[in-house]
């Protein structure tokens, strides 16, 4: 017995013991870095929210409303003072000139100065218009654009911030936007207080990628030099014990001797595990002698005894052959001759039986044509059923030609048994029928007769009452050696039916 390649993969999609402590040992070190990770993204998150929490916009407390119906008002030389107003008292914002504040500029409570005109102004055919002076101020930034197409008639919108490509400015600001007129609407900016947005978001994410590389860098020489200085070792101390046994289990398992013995050596678990193995395999060794004396013992005994019965059987046939020449006792003679037959197909049995372990290890498979197979089993009992007034005939078909793989000398035993065994228990005037078939990858020989019948509940027995040529069981097994199948059952018309099963042969198409 050898070891099949199937055998040695069966656990190569599984995780060995290294591995398992590796990663035992290495979990909790991953939990602590993916903590401290959740930890370091904790406080960047707490921080940015807290400075957002400081965050105020002015914006946020104008009565849109009013402030659209009070510039729908507004005349040409009014809008200076309304721009310096909602600068000053919408906004918060020191208005220049005064306090250091140049004219035409506001000042932010943080410091910052910002233009007036980027705090109010007109948006006229997608152009910045200062409402003052009527002069341009340049293209309105995309998204302003974009939100004037949205609204409606008479609508405000409110716009967040927004990225721009020099991070500052009335485009990235949150704006305000007052439709006044079909052709006419006026923006309200105004950068937050106290901090930009763009400055925030990039702080925050200067520090948080300085902590995640920090981080990585740490977990990853950690895990490096604990791997490799720790757990290596660690793993290999405990798992070349048990490489050395599972090598000793495969090694008994491919050798017939069976008393193979391991190292027993730590840890106490393994140590253990050996032990067992040990006396398991002494245990096995002594039951594997004694079964094998058993079987010799049956082998022998039933040997010798059909030896010494087939020379009273041929005695006795002898006898029957006499007394059947006379007419007094010629029907006696017949029912002593049939179970005279009987008896010697039962010794052929138990040789068969006792002769079976070696009779498949000698099995060959190859391509057996059923055709010829057919042709053969026709014309050697033909003539026996023709005696018996039974018709034997192969069923046709359109097949083409059908090949098995199985042993060609056995097939043709088996087929001659099953078709012998219809024949005689078919009575006069009835058909046993021959038949092959093609079923996917599979090739059947039926055999079917109009006799007896066979009951379901025998279907796995020889009947006592229908005996198979080399033995049902035997026959079993060989079909079975052959990686095919036999099925036996009742038919409609009260006969039986025997399929033999086999695959078909290698490359045949289905």
């Known amino acids: 017995m050898t070891t099949s390649d199937p055998d040695r993969t069966v656990g190569a999609g599984l995780p060995t013991i290294r591995d398992e402590v590796l990663r035992s040992q290495l979990r909790p070190v991953i939990a602590l870095a993916f903590t401290a990770a959740l930890l370091v993204g904790s406080a960047i998150l707490g921080q940015y929210a807290w400075l957002r929490l400081q965050a105020t916009n002015p914006l946020d407390e104008i009565d ?120 006419r609407v006026a923006v309200v900016a105004s950068p937050n207080f106290a901090f930009a947005p763009s400055e925030l978001a990039r702080l925050v994410l200067l520090f948080a990628a300085l902590t995640a590389a920090a981080v990585a860098a740490f977990v990853a020489l950690f895990l490096l030099a604990f791997r490799r200085r720790f757990a290596a070792r660690s793993a290999e101390r405990l798992s070349a014990p048990v490489e050395r046994l599972a090598a000793a289990v495969r090694m008994a398992t491919a050798d017939s001797a069976a008393a193979r013995r391991v190292v027993v050596e730590p840890p106490a678990e393994v140590a253990q595990l050996a032990a067992d193995f040990n006396r398991m395999q002494e245990h096995l060794a002594q039951a594997l002698a004694e079964r094998e004396r058993v079987i010799d013992g049956q082998r022998e005994l039933v040997a010798a005894l059909s030896h010494e019965l087939r020379t009273p059987l041929a005695v006795l046939r002898g006898h029957a052959e006499l007394l059947s020449r006379a007419a ?183």
């Open 64 to 183: 849109a409303a009013e402030l659209r119906q009070v510039l729908r008002s507004a005349s040409l030389d009014q809008w200076p003072v309304l721009t310096r107003w909602v600068a000053a008292f919408g906004l918060g914002m020191t208005v220049g000139p005064g306090d250091d504040v140049p004219a035409g500029q506001a000042r932010l409570p943080d410091g910052r100065q910002v233009p007036l005109a980027d705090v109010l102004c007109l948006v006229v055919d997608g152009q910045r218009v200062e409402p003052a002076s009527g002069r341009l101020l340049g293209p309105a930034p995309a998204n302003w654009q974009a939100a004037i197409a949205r609204m409606a008639e008479s609508a405000t919108l409110r716009l967040g911030p927004t990225d721009s490509a020099d991070g500052a400015g009335p485009q990235s600001w949150p704006a305000l936007l007052l439709r006044l007129d079909p052709g």
């Open 328 to 510: 007094s006792s010629a029907a006696a003679a017949q029912v002593m001759l049939r179970q005279i037959e009987d008896l010697h197909r039962l010794l052929s049995d138990l040789l068969d039986m006792a002769r079976l372990e070696s009779i498949e290890a000698t099995l060959v498979r190859e391509d057996v044509a059923l055709d010829a197979v057919m042709d053969e089993m026709i014309e050697r009992f033909g003539a026996a059923a023709w005696r018996q007034g039974v018709v034997l005939r192969a069923a046709p078909t359109s097949e083409r030609r059908l090949v098995a793989r199985a042993d060609t000398r056995w097939l043709r035993q088996i087929v001659a048994n099953l078709l012998s065994n219809a024949i005689r228990h078919t009575p006069p005037g009835g058909l046993v029928t021959l038949a092959a078939q093609r079923r996917g990858q599979q090739v059947r020989l039926i055999i079917e007769d109009t006799g007896n019948g066979l009951d379901a509940a025998r279907v796995q027995h020889d009947p006592a009452d229908r005996p198979a040529g080399i033995g049902l069981r035997v026959v079993r097994r060989l079909i079975a050696a052959m990686r095919g199948h036999l099925i036996l059952e009742a038919t409609d018309e009260g006969g039986t039916r025997a399929t033999v099963q086999l695959p078909t042969a290698t490359g045949q198409p289905a």
